[in-house]
């Protein structure tokens, strides 16, 4: 709308000095047209907040849908671009991959649905594959230390595993053995030669 008709339109009338009531009509479209148009701006401006929310289900239903189910303790929790790695030393395999050493993807927690692991802490972890890697969830949440594998519907499961041992942990136990077997034989030498002939 030009101004000139704006103007004109808001000019005062001589007989009460309101606003023609054309004008107060147009005034209140106006001031309507731009809160509606400012109020459907704040979506688009806003960052979203994602909230984590999860159905409830049991620790059967979790063991149940699970591709993975084991139990360890974490030794470490590396953070990445995207998500928090979880390496854990397992003990317990009661579904998936038999493996000494299992990494879990998680998110940092709140609205990505992670979850917070503490490192020397047992958990029996729920995973769950996607992209290639094993994942787990807050709805999914591990539970802390073990738990009876009939209970879930799981068998025995697979235990006994261990990382394989460090080629500089067994050359430093074989130095030591020689090393304290040196020994040995170095004081049974010397009290043979303090003994009286």
Same mark, same amino acid.
């Given at each position: ?15 009460? !000095? ?5 004008? @107060? =009509?147009?005034? %209140?479209?106006?001031?309507? +047209?731009?809160?509606? /148009?400012?109020?459907?701006l704040v979506p688009l401006t806003s960052r979203p907040a994602w909230a984590c929310s999860c159905a409830p289900s049991t620790l059967v239903q979790r063991a149940e849908h699970a591709d993975a189910v084991f139990t360890g303790t974490v ?38 649905? !992670? ?5 020397? @802490? =047992?958990?029996? %972890?729920?995973?769950?594959? +996607?992209?290639?890697? /094993? ?63």
């Open positions: 709308m030009p101004s000139s008709v704006l103007k004109e339109l808001l000019t005062h009338d001589t007989s009460g !000095g309101m606003f023609r009531p054309a004008a @107060r =009509r147009l005034l %209140v479209a106006a001031l309507l +047209a731009s809160a509606l /148009l400012a109020s459907a030794t470490r929790v590396e953070k990445a671009l995207s998500d928090r790695v979880v390496n854990f030393d397992v003990d317990t395999v009661y579904k998936g991959e038999a493996s000494p050493s299992i990494d879990v993807h998680t998110g940092y927690g709140g609205g990505d649905c !992670g979850v917070r692991f503490v490192v020397d @802490r =047992r958990y029996t %972890v729920f995973g769950f594959r +996607a992209q290639g890697v /094993l994942n787990t969830y807050s709805c999914d949440s591990p539970v802390a230390g073990g738990v009876d594998p009939a209970a879930l519907g799981l068998g025995p499961g697979i235990t006994g595993l261990h990382r394989p041992l460090s080629p500089w942990l067994i050359l430093f136990t074989v130095l030591a053995g020689i090393a304290v077997v040196g020994a040995i034989v170095l004081v049974a030498r010397r009290r043979r030669a303090d003994q009286p002939k």
